[in-house]
């Protein structure tokens, strides 16, 4: 086991310290503050996206530093332009009786990787500014003077418009103890985790909300009916884009296969070129390490770098290398996810057996991520796309610029979640949206009434109410009743009896004094006590004699029992 990191431990705690008194301060800025802070970071990201494309590619290795320039630049004006007008402060919506308040989150920690590092950190500060959080970022260790350099200049140029000291932090000790402590510490809100399926793991475990993203392995279906050349030219555009570090790029190509032997001369006029089998084998000893995992020094390579590597031969400008695939799985290194510009190649014989083999595909290392299909028939792109377990079916375009929102209507987004299917919290293009809680302000519109049986409801004057009467007040209404009652003579019948019949003994209520046998004596038991009754017999020191039939109130026999008055005859 080795030891911790003490010193990137204690800069992360520092960071997010720092950065939580930013958060303070700018979840109170309105939103013409909020914009004109990112319009200011965006237009400079933008200004230096060549220079920090070159920075990426030089310090990594992996890449074209052009293709890195207009990620950078597609991270700071797209995804700027498109989410400018987003209402981020505030009362965000109102439909009827319900209002919807924006609130932040608090600390983003943002995982940047390696592969798309300047792209990324600029799309993540962007999204996390936009919704009033502040950001620390983790650096990957061998790009972390080109993410770092991309955070001073969209620090600089935010401070400049009115943005917290803090607010924007890149550590500069990227380690995975430092990494660890920045996702666990307790004033982190969320965490933005773009990166190798260890790390993304890492985050969901840490106890905090985090978005994660998977691996790609994008298989790509030309279905019959597809525009061939323009099939083959999309999917070499896509794969060899920045040489193929982005994962929605494409990885296998699975073809009907009548149109199977005109897709090839496409992909042969568009720069590719088909190994042989002992080719293919030579270069996919490269592909994989000794654990059958993918080899991270072929990854952002040239087609040219990797069949060197592979010591084998290809005519010069080849751009991509393709090899015929017979099957899915660690038996077959072609199938994984391979982040450069080499395709595996699968004939298969019409939608149905197209379908089953790109879902193996994604099932073997590319679940929820994105697939991609060209055809003219539309109904069969829906079919595809529902049969598909991925987020993004990217139809008739580069599922690399597609999947992005570059030439599709998808959200542009640099953190493309995969759902259930790769145990991702979202399957969406990750934007501000996923860094908001949302309010909602909910008013009555169907008034609650519960009847309760045997209930009945005293008229009561409107806006008064009646006050609540207490036990004695009760106890002394029910006492005065009771003894009306049972005192006062009967009322006239109003059909008297017969002369010949003796009238019923009227029933005769005796004082408590003279029922009262002071002294003991035995006495006759009277028909109702009440609590003056109780209080006489006290005061004459007497017996109240009382059997079964007699009525007492409760708050003489309360206080008859206390002072044990009652006698039962």
């Known amino acids: 086991m080795t030891e911790k990191d003490p010193v990137s431990q204690q800069e992360a705690r520092e960071a997010v310290e720092g950065a939580h008194l930013a958060f303070l301060e700018l979840s109170r800025f309105d939103q013409d503050r909020i914009d004109s802070i990112c319009d200011a970071m965006a237009e400079a990201a933008a200004r230096e996206s060549l220079r920090l494309g070159q920075l990426a590619h030089d310090e990594t290795g992996f890449g074209i530093a052009e293709d890195k320039r207009e990620k950078n630049r597609f991270a700071a004006e797209d995804v700027w332009n498109y989410f400018r007008d987003l209402k981020t402060v505030g009362v965000v919506k109102e439909e009827g009786d319900v209002v919807e308040i924006a609130a932040p989150r608090g600390v983003v920690a943002a995982i940047i990787p390696s592969t798309n590092p300047t792209s990324t950190a600029i799309f993540k500060i962007i999204i996390a500014i936009k919704s009033r959080n502040s950001i620390v970022l983790s650096p990957h260790p061998s790009a972390a003077r080109c993410i770092a350099e991309t955070a001073r200049v969209m620090k600089e140029a935010g401070s400049r418009a009115g943005l917290p000291e803090n607010a924007v932090k890149c550590l500069e000790n990227g380690t995975i103890d430092g990494t660890e402590t920045l996702m666990k510490h307790k004033q982190t809100a969320v965490i933005l985790a773009t990166g190798g399926i260890g790390l993304v793991r890492a985050a969901y475990s840490s106890g905090k909300p985090a978005f994660g993203v998977g691996p790609g392995n994008v298989p790509v279906y030309v279905e019959s009916s597809a525009d061939l050349a323009k099939a083959a030219s999309d999917i070499l555009t896509g794969t060899c884009f920045d040489n193929g570090t982005i994962c929605a790029s494409e990885q296998s190509v699975v073809v009907d296969s009548a149109v199977a032997p005109q897709l090839r001369k496409e992909f042969e006029a568009g720069g590719a070129y088909f190994l042989s089998n002992a080719e293919a084998d030579k270069v996919a000893s490269v592909l994989l390490t000794e654990k059958r995992t993918l080899n991270a020094g072929i990854v952002g390579k040239s087609a040219a770098y990797i069949a060197e590597l592979a010591g084998i031969s290809i005519p010069g400008g080849t751009r991509c290398l393709i090899a015929d695939c017979a099957g899915v799985g660690r038996d077959y290194p072609w199938s994984i996810e391979k982040l450069s510009p080499t395709l595996a190649f699968f004939e298969v014989e019409g939608v149905t057996e197209a379908a089953s083999r790109c879902d193996e595909i994604l099932r073997f290392g590319g679940m929820g991520h994105t697939a991609g299909m060209h055809t003219s028939d539309r109904a069969k792109a829906v ?56 309010k909602r302000v909910a008013f009555e519109t169907r008034p609650v009434s519960l009847s309760r049986p045997g209930a009945v409801k005293a008229p009561q004057a409107a806006g008064k109410s009646r006050p609540k009467p207490d036990r004695a007040e009760i106890t002394s209404i029910v006492d005065q009743f009771l003894k009306s009652k049972l005192s006062s003579p009967p009322e006239q019948s109003p059909n008297p009896a017969p002369l010949e019949q003796e009238p019923p003994k009227q029933a005769v209520v005796h004082s408590v004094a003279e029922k009262a046998a002071p002294g003991g004596s035995r006495g006759t038991p009277v028909d109702f006590v009440s609590e003056d009754d109780v209080k006489d017999a006290l005061a004459k020191g007497a017996k109240i004699y009382v059997n079964g039939r007699t009525i007492i109130t409760p708050s003489a026999r309360d206080l008859g029992e206390q002072h044990e008055i009652f006698s039962r005859v």
């Open 383 to 438: 079919r595809y796309g529902e049969q598909m377990p991925a987020a993004r079916i990217v139809i008739n375009s580069p599922t690399t610029h597609g999947a992005i929102g570059f030439s599709t209507d998808l959200p542009p987004s640099m953190t493309l979640g995969c759902g259930s299917w790769g145990g991702n919290v979202t399957s969406d293009n990750v934007s501000p949206h996923h860094l908001m809680d949302i």
